[in-house]
Each structure stands twice: as C-alpha cells, then as structure tokens.
Nanobody
C-alpha cells in the first residue's frame, strides 16, 4: 500500500518562501512519477509540478514557472517543492501525488492514482 507523508505547509506573507516535502513508501513497481497538485477554495484541483522517476524531467503549471522548483532525492521516493516569491493566489491545500508510471506525461488529475492528505499553504497579501 502506497503511503505519502507530507510536510512543510504554513502561512507566509506575499513574496515569502516555503518548502514542501513528501516521503512516499510502499511502491511495488519501482520509481513513480511524483509531484504536487493544489486546490484553492471553490476551485478545481490543478497540477502544480511533477517530476519523472528516473530522468528527473519536470512539468510545471505556467502560473508557477520561475518561482517553484520541484526536486527529488536521487532515485528515491521523496520529493520537495521549493516555493519562492509566493503570491496570495498560491493559497490552497497542496497534495502530494503519485502517478501510474515512472514517466510524468501531464498535469491532468486523472494521471495520478494516489493522493496524500494535503498540507495547507496560506499566503497573506
């Protein structure tokens, strides 16, 4: 059974930084695409950033490019999301996700089979 442990959420002022981490375990078929989605109140979930298992290739939402950086601990199943220059629009619940394979093909929610409990990020203006 896949288990995801998220950490690092919190509250910051606009322009500040936060770092999210997610430790995954229980993967039975080697490395998986992992990453982060988020959901703001009354809005649908949206993909933020994901990273492929072996190559480290990444996908980012246009709204976070240049501000957020996703990384992975080697070939392991721990991923981090460094979030800089945070905007109030970045406020939401951030979910760690695991894809159905090692390759990250898209930021479509249907490509991600396992979701963490979520960690709240609040950015004050």
């Amino acid at each position: 059974q896949v288990r995801l442990v998220e950490s690092g959420g919190g509250s910051v002022q606009a322009g500040g930084s936060l770092r999210l981490s997610c430790a995954g375990s229980g993967f039975t078929r080697g490395g998986r695409c992992m990453g982060w989605f988020r959901q703001a109140p009354e809005k649908p979930r949206e993909g933020v950033a994901v990273i492929t298992a072996e190559s480290g290739a990444t996908l980012y939402a246009d709204s976070v490019k240049g501000r957020f950086t996703i990384s992975r601990d080697g070939a392991g199943n721990t991923v981090h999301l460094q979030m800089n220059n945070l905007h109030p629009d970045d406020t939401g619940m951030y979910y760690c996700v695991v894809g159905n394979s090692g390759y990250c093909a898209s930021l479509n929610t249907r490509a991600y089979s396992t979701w963490g409990q979520g960690t709240q990020v609040t950015v004050a203006s």
